[in-house]
Structures are given as structure tokens and as C-alpha cells.
């Protein structure tokens, strides 16, 4: 059994392809064998240490979160999924362990995969089509007809963002990299803004202003909202957690696996109102490699990174 790991925080270059024992399998958790696991900026960044807090000082760690495939076993106080099934989901942030032949993961963040979706469509979904419905719909409070404005409208969360609310009946407008305007009009994007776009002049038209990025100064977002509008954010530092407690606008979403909202994603993919664009598959054997390129030069403009066993 191989899968990507590292003996210590750091750069591209502590991640291996080694040989492993999956861990032993808790009441709640599932064995699945992975068909498809897909890269995130966030393994990158755990990786290096940023949220070691949480993550711990316990190596080799494995790498990944998204992953689809068929599950082996089931912990015994799972119900809910059975082995054979085919399934999308993602591994627990504090052991994660995707980029391999199998992971372990608890049952809530695994569901049935659409038998419509390839397993590699299916792996790109769990992390930004979940962090994109809970910021849309658990804190944005989404209604069909609002107005959506999406920074960074071309990236993962973003597409995941701007397909859900479209499919729940809002109107989006959105930001992308000069010259991708024709992409992100494809999407239904209207209008389509430069990431340096001018708040003033999109005074007071959108219910929820979500910024994907992280980047959009507060006081520029502000400007965007209708009365009683909602600034989303997916960067979750200590300022922007510490301003989502106080009263306000403003909310930080932190993706958390419940497992309705998965399933909600999952079934927006399966009836064809969500897709995230694949721009590579590799087979687990040159995946560090993929990944480091991923890391140092990559846009995701593109689209996802697959990794496929082999
Ligand atoms: N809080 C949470 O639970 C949570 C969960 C998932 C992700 N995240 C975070 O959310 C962010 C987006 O994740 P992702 O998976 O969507 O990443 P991604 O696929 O790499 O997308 C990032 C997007 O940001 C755009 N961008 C780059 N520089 C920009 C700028 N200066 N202004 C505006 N947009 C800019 C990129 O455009 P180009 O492609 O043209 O460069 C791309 O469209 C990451 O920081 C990630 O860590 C947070």
C-alpha cells in the first residue's frame, strides 16, 4: 500500500511516496480504496505547518483530503454505508492521507457517489463544492432570486459558488483575471470584473459578496452589500474569525464535514448543475511530481488535479 507522505512540516520537498499501514479503523470510520483524489491549496499549506496546531507533531502524515472510490470496510457503529458502495468524500483535516491506494475516513464526511460521475469528476467536489455551499447557503443564507457577487470567480470555490447559486435561482456577477472574461461569461457570470475592479461602481447590488480569494478588503465589500447583505469569506486568519463573531456583515466559513451538505453537493453534480474543469490526471507514481509543478508554478485557472492509482 503506498501513498504521499512527509517525516516533517515543510516544502515541496519532504513529500514522499512511501509505502504505509492504513490506520486501524475507529466505530465511526470507513476504509475506502481510492479510485481519485484531488489536489487543494489547503494540502499545500498543512503540509508546510500552517495550522500544526490542529494537525500535530505525530509523522509520517499523509497527503489529501479529497478523494472518490469504493469503500472496503466499515467501522462497526456505520450504518449509513456499506462496502462496495461507491463514494466521494474527504479525510478528517488532523490525519488526512488521500494521495494513496486507500484511506481511512469518518463516515460523516463520505457519501454515495453519483452513478453518473466519473470517480475523477466526483473527487473534485468534496472541499470546495462544500465550502462553497456552507458560504452560500449555512452563513451567506442564500434565497432564490438574490444577487451573488463571487471574487475569484475562476477558481475552485469560486466555480462551485457561482454554479450553486445559479442553480438556486440567483442572479451572479463575479471577478476573474483580465482576459478570462470569456470564461467566466460562460459560467452565466454577468457582469464580469477584473480582480482590481472598482467597488464604488457596484454600489449596493448584492445580497451576498463572497470572496473565495480572501483578498477583498473589507471596506471595498461593504460598499458591494444591499441593506442587510452578507460578506462571506473564505479565509479563516484569527482577525477574520474574531470579526465573524461580533455583530455584522461580515462571516469567515471554515468547510466542516456535515453530511447533508455533502449529499447536497453531490446531487447538484449528479443532476448536472455542478462541475469543476479537470486540467490534469496523474497516476499516484508521479503525482509528487505533478504536485510540487501544481505548488510552484501552477494556476488553477485550468481547473483540478487528479490523482489516479497506478
Ligand atoms: N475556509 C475554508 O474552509 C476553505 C476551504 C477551501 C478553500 N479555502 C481557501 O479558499 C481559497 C480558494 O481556494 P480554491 O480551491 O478556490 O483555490 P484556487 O482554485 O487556486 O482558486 C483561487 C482563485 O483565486 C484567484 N486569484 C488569484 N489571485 C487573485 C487576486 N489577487 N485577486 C482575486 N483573485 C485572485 C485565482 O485566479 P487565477 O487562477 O487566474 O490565478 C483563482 O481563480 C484558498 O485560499 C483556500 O485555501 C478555504
Given at each position: ?21 492504513p490506520r486501524e479503523l475507529g466505530a465511526e470510520d470507513v476504509l475506502v480504496r481510492v ?30 483530503y479529497d478523494f472518490a472510490g469504493v469503500v472496503e470496510a466499515v467501522g462497526a457503529d456505520v450504518t449509513r454505508l456499506r462496502v462496495g458502495d461507491e463514494v466521494l468524500g474527504g479525510a478528517p483535516i488532523k490525519w488526512s492521507g488521500a494521495?494513496a491506494?486507500v484511506v481511512v475516513a469518518e463516515h460523516k464526511g463520505i457519501v454515495e457517489k ?8 466526483a473527487a473534485?467536489l468534496p472541499t470546495?463544492g462544500l ?124 468547510a466542516h464535514a456535515v453530511t447533508a451538505d455533502i449529499e447536497a453537493v453531490a446531487r ?43
Amino acid at each position: 500500500m503506498k501513498r504521499i507522505q512527509y517525516h516533517r512540516y515543510g516544502g515541496p520537498e519532504v513529500m514522499r511516496l512511501e509505502d504505509f499501514e492504513p490506520r486501524e479503523l475507529g466505530a465511526e470510520d470507513v476504509l475506502v480504496r481510492v479510485r481519485a483524489a484531488a489536489a487543494n491549496p489547503m494540502d499545500f499549506g498543512i503540509r508546510d505547518g500552517a495550522m500544526k496546531m490542529m494537525t500535530g507533531r505525530s509523522f509520517p502524515r499523509g497527503m489529501g483530503y479529497d478523494f472518490a472510490g469504493v469503500v472496503e470496510a466499515v467501522g462497526a457503529d456505520v450504518t449509513r454505508l456499506r462496502v462496495g458502495d461507491e463514494v466521494l468524500g474527504g479525510a478528517p483535516i488532523k490525519w488526512s492521507g488521500a494521495f494513496a491506494d486507500v484511506v481511512v475516513a469518518e463516515h460523516k464526511g463520505i457519501v454515495e457517489k453519483p452513478a453518473n460521475l466519473s470517480f475523477e469528476a466526483a473527487a473534485a467536489l468534496p472541499t470546495v463544492g462544500l465550502t462553497a455551499y456552507q458560504a452560500l447557503f449555512n452563513k451567506g443564507k442564500l434565497q432564490p432570486g438574490q444577487a451573488v457577487f463571487v471574487h475569484g470567480s475562476l477558481g475552485g470555490v469560486g466555480r462551485a459558488g457561482v454554479q450553486l447559486a445559479s442553480a438556486h435561482g440567483a442572479r451572479v456577477a463575479g471577478s476573474c483575471r483580465a482576459g478570462s472574461a470569456d470564461e467566466a461569461r460562460a459560467l452565466g457570470i454577468d457582469p464580469v470584473v477584473d480582480f482590481d475592479f472598482d467597488a464604488a461602481a457596484l454600489a449596493q447590488r448584492f445580497d451576498i459578496v463572497f470572496d473565495t480569494v480572501g483578498k477583498l478588503p473589507i471596506k471595498e465589500a461593504r460598499k458591494m452589500l444591499s441593506p442587510n447583505g452578507r460578506i462571506v469569506s473564505t479565509s479563516p486568519s484569527p482577525a477574520n474569525i474574531a470579526r465573524s463573531a461580533l455583530p455584522g456583515p461580515f462571516h469567515a466559513v471554515i468547510a466542516h464535514a456535515v453530511t447533508a451538505d455533502i449529499e447536497a453537493v453531490a446531487r447538484a453534480a449528479g443532476d448536472g448543475h455542478l462541475e469543476l474543469p479537470i486540467a490534469r490526471t496523474v497516476p499516484l507514481s508521479e503525482a509528487v511530481a505533478a504536485l510540487t509543478d501544481l505548488e510552484r508554478n501552477g494556476s488553477s485557472k485550468r481547473g483540478k488535479l487528479i490523482i489516479v492509482p497506478g
